[in-house]
């Protein structure tokens, strides 16, 4: 049975299990919110993984529009070790 891509959620929560996988020390996810005229980093420690990955798994549509609020949106998210590593994103690419 061949199986389609993933959704953007099931990339976010494949990126939680790989940054456990590999030791990652943080993950980062950019937001887009209303009334905002910039993007908003979150920086999410590995203590927090579990916690957030859930949050984000209750909260998320698969598009990952936030449930009560559509407008808000997580448009990036990638997992990290040093903090030097944030100046090479790209803040406004929206993930697949």
């Known amino acids: 049975?061949?199986?389609?891509?993933?959704?953007?959620?099931e990339t976010l929560i494949k990126t939680f299990s790989?940054?456990?996988e590999n030791e990652?020390?943080?993950?980062?996810v950019v937001f887009e919110l209303p009334d905002h005229?910039?993007?908003e980093l979150i920086i999410n420690s590995t203590k927090n993984f579990d916690m957030k990955e859930e949050y984000y798994r209750n909260n998320y549509d698969d598009e990952l529009c936030n449930t009560r609020?559509?407008?808000?949106?997580?448009?990036?998210f990638f997992a990290f070790n040093?903090?030097?590593?944030?100046?090479?994103?790209?803040?406004?690419?929206?993930s697949v």
Do not use: H
């Not at 049975?1 to 959620?9: D, I, N, S, V, Y």
């Not at 040093?82 to 929206?94: G, I, P």
């Open 1 to 9: 049975m061949c199986e389609g891509p993933l959704t953007r959620k």
């Open 18 to 20: 790989e940054a456990r």
């Open 24 to 28: 990652k020390k943080f993950i980062g």
């Open 37 to 39: 005229p910039g993007r």
């Open 69 to 76: 609020n559509s407008e808000v949106k997580i448009i990036n």
């Open 82 to 94: 040093r903090m030097e590593e944030l100046s090479q994103l790209d803040l406004n690419y929206r």
